[in-house]
């Protein structure tokens, strides 16, 4: 069974951190580019950051350039997402998938709040 279980998702306040982590099972993510999306309260998802099969690539939107850095670790099935200096625009249900989306979990939530 294909599942992917993100974490690491909470309330932080402006300017803080978090690292959000995706755990993968049921298939095997290193012949996958995978990406992070998140999906803000009455806005479209959005993908935030793709790391190729390797991880010697990595694509980030413009909103999270500089800020984000995605990683992954193939033999432990595992993306990683570290966010730095959060703003409240960052408040969003964050998921891990494929890059072109094949599997999805339940994500996990952030809110970037004072």
């Known amino acids: 069974q294909v599942q992917l279980v993100e974490s690491g998702g909470g309330l932080v306040q402006p300017g803080g951190s978090l690292r959000l982590s995706c755990a993968a099972s049921g298939f095997t993510i290193n012949i996958y580019d995978m990406s992070w999306y998140r999906q803000a309260p009455g806005k479209q998802r959005e993908r935030v950051a793709t790391?190729?099969?390797?991880?010697?690539?990595?694509i980030y939107a413009g909103s999270v350039k500089g800020r984000f850095a995605i990683s992954r670790d193939n033999a432990k099935n595992t993306v990683h997402l570290q966010m730095n200096n959060l703003g409240p625009e960052d408040t969003a249900l964050y998921y891990c998938?494929?890059?072109?989306?094949?599997?999805w979990g339940q994500g996990t939530q952030v809110t970037v709040s004072s």
């Open positions: 998938s494929t890059f072109s989306g094949d599997y």
């Open positions: 790391i190729t099969t390797s991880g010697l690539k990595t």
